[in-house]
């Protein structure tokens, strides 16, 4: 039996899996089975009023889950998927109200991963997944993250590899008049503006997801931000201990090691991380939401 049938049979089971996709590693169960869904939320620590993302194999399953399908949310499923979009639609009403946190909106999307692609396939339902860290903790990127974090308590990881975009899905909520984007993540908020021609309010705060505190995406060291590589060096200067992290150079390379730069700062136990933001463009909106709430546990 090889690795993805084990999985295969885990999802049926109601067991959970670690599945690797393009923005990080999902702690994988059965949304169709509320104990497998009620274990998601035990194993992450996560509250109950904290939604869990649908993943799927094909478009066509999007009516076993949505009641309806906005035109906004047509246009950029067309567009982006399979990949780092998540879209909001009304819930259809066989959607277990644990997935959705008690809400009519159903968060639904299709990862860009091989290894994910054939366990969606071959399971051949939907598969709620949050990313694979206890609540409040960095992202996991690699398997091993996920080992780490979770132990025994998910029943099997499958390895694809690091995960190539590093952050997660861009979550649009297409389910008011003019949509309007929740977390900034692997596709850029000017690519959606652009697909919507315009119809979008994009919110310049922090992202307003439920579950988005303020506080989260956090290593254990404190996080100080830089707003350039010059102001880190200064502030290297002060806190002579610090690490510094800064991939401003090269954006997509950024996101894709930020969480394992974060890990990588407390295995090796420092107390202090410089991060440098990257201008808010691009896959710069999300590396700065990301890093914004890493600051903010410790401030
Ligand atoms: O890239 C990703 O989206 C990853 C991979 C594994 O697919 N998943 C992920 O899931 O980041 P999670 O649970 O860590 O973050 C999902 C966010 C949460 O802040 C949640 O509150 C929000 O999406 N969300 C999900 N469904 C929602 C809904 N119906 N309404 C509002 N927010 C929702
Ligand atoms: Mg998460």
Redesign the pocket.
Known sequence: MSIVDEAVEVLRAGGLVG?P?E????LAGDASNDAAVRRIFAVKGRPAD????V?LADVESITDWAASVPPAALVLVAACWPG?L?V?VPAADRVSRLV??G?N???L?I?AHPVALELLERFGGGVA???ANRFGHV?PTTAQHVLDDLGTDVDVVLDGGPCPVGV??T?V?CTTPVPQI??P??IPNEHIAALLGGELHQPSGPSR????LASHYAPRARVILAESTAEAAALLAEHTDACVVDGTADLPMYAQQLYALLRDADAAGASTVIAVMPPAAGLGHAIRDRLHKAAASHP
């Open positions: 599945m996709t923005t990080v590693y999902g904290h939604p869990l993302i993943h780092p998540t909001l959705t946190g809400r909106t159903v968060g999307r990862p997944a949050p990313s992202s997660e899905s979550i909520d929740l977390r993540g692997g997801a439920p579950g988005m």
